[in-house]
């Protein structure tokens, strides 16, 4: 890059956008995250970036110019229960009131921006994919502020993917899952990405080129069409249980699934009371003794340098929270990447699609596109903005097993065993069957050491 490109993080948590963006020359200028472990973990890896700590408090240091406005913001915020009205008439609630305070930061930014004649910044945030669903129309709320509307975009159902060219920003949005970049975790996150007027985010979230990659997965149900907008959703919800048994010198390893479920910030505390307890996606099994992942493993389903959280003064149960909150970093890496090449060499080439996308017939704005996950937009040509790359990488979650050292801890007991399995059995749950095996076997010592008291 000819000039130094700058970025600020908000809910920074551990920074995975620094891990992301550093490679290509993005320089972190503020972090802002409150919660004690995270603050610690940015502390120790990151001391020469300033942590300005709460959030709301930035549109203001920014506007004082007291921090930098920098060329690229990102975060993630909670994004339930509120609405543009509340928001103007200081009604909404604390968790909406940061997803605002987001925009606010944004505006603020660019405010700056523009009386130091430099063009508008990009802004990338990340969230769970569910706000697409979320009944408030949290998504139409925030989309409409991020574009500069004064009242919520609604829709009947929000797409996995779109556009909308607005007022003050162009907006696209993408769900993406990570276990299509090389973790062996599905983890479908939504990621928006907005600039100015002039910037086109579609240019750099989707996809163009000659790949349809439909044909590259088995998919049910599909129909011959030019437009193959919804052909991976049958294939998306497949489950499979593919069992997988590895040797590593003296270890014998068995997985129960070929990649595991969304890993969430409770894992450290409810690792036995949810799906992956009956799915195994979330355990492994060392010499046929069953337990769950370590932090260290966790830190490798995430995409982090082993034992990133491996600091003074952590628990396990920090570990887990601050990794299952933190973003997938291959993926922030691939947005990185492009992000990057625009900064350095702008849209080399626009590829316009629009005319060749039918709009739905519940969007009223001429300017709002509802994408579904592949587009042909020409003979040979298409537009993918699905959840899969059309370069997909595969994971193997092999790689990501700690094969010494794991502490005693981890291990299920007996009597934990027997405790899924009588719930298991209570709720007419459906389970692994190698699963189901393994613990009833180990749960059957329970009864050989009562036998013998």
Request: glycine share 8%.
């Amino acid at each position: 890059m000819e000039r130094e490109v700058t970025f600020g993080s908000v809910c920074s948590g551990i920074e995975a956008a620094q891990l992301a963006f550093n490679p290509f020359g993005l320089k972190q200028v503020w972090s802002s995250e409150i919660a004690e472990f995270p603050c610690k973990v940015l502390a120790h890896h990151f001391p020469y970036v300033p942590n300005v700590g709460d959030m709301t408090n930035i549109p203001q240091l920014i506007l004082d110019k007291k921090h930098i406005a920098p060329d690229l913001f990102c975060g993630g915020t909670p994004c339930q229960a509120f609405s543009l009205a509340g928001w103007k008439n200081g009604l909404a609630d604390e968790r909406g009131q940061l997803t605002m305070t987001f925009i606010e930061i944004a505006n603020a930014i660019d405010t700056i921006r523009a009386k130091e004649n430099k063009k508008p910044a990009i802004v990338l945030w990340e969230n769970v994919e569910g706000v697409l669903n979320d009944k408030t129309n949290a998504f139409g709320n925030f989309l409409a502020g991020l574009a500069g509307y004064d009242t919520e975009l609604i829709v009947n159902k929000w797409s996995k993917s779109g556009v909308i060219f607005g007022k003050t920003r162009n907006v696209a949005w993408r769900v993406i899952d990570a276990k299509h970049f090389g973790l062996p975790q599905q983890r479908k996150r939504l990621y928006v990405l907005a600039g100015g007027t002039d910037f086109r985010p579609d240019q750099i979230l989707f996809e163009f080129d000659d790949k349809n990659i439909s044909t590259k997965f088995k998919l049910q149900n599909s129909k011959k069409t030019n437009d193959f907008g919804n052909l991976f959703a049958e294939f998306e919800t497949i489950e499979t249980d593919e069992e997988q048994t590895l040797f590593k010198g003296k270890e014998k390893f068995e997985f129960f699934r070929k990649y595991t479920d969304c890993l969430y910030s409770a894992y450290g505390t409810k690792w036995n009371g949810n799906a992956a307890a009956y799915n195994g996606s979330l355990y492994v099994a060392q010499n046929d003794r069953i337990r769950r992942f370590t932090p260290l493993e966790c830190e490798r389903l995430m995409g982090f340098p082993d034992n990133y959280t491996l600091i003074n003064g952590n628990s396990d149960t920090n570990r887990y929270q601050a990794v299952g909150n933190s973003w997938a970093v291959p993926v922030v890496k691939w947005l990185g990447e492009r992000i990057s090449k625009y900064f350095e060499f702008g849209h080399s080439q626009i590829i316009e699609w629009q005319k060749s996308v039918r709009q739905g017939k519940d969007n009223k704005n001429k300017n709002l596109y509802l994408l579904g996950d592949v587009h042909q937009i020409e003979t040979g040509k298409f537009l993918n903005a699905s959840l899969i790359p059309n370069n997909p990488l595969e994971g193997n979650i092999s790689d990501i097993v700690q094969d010494e050292d794991v502490p005693e801890k981890f291990y299920l007991s007996p009597q934990a065993c027997k405790g899924i399995l009588r719930r298991k059995n209570e709720r007419n749950i459906k389970m692994n069957s190698e699963l189901e095996r393994l613990m009833t076997i180990i749960s059957e010592e329970l009864n050989y050491q009562n036998a013998s008291m």
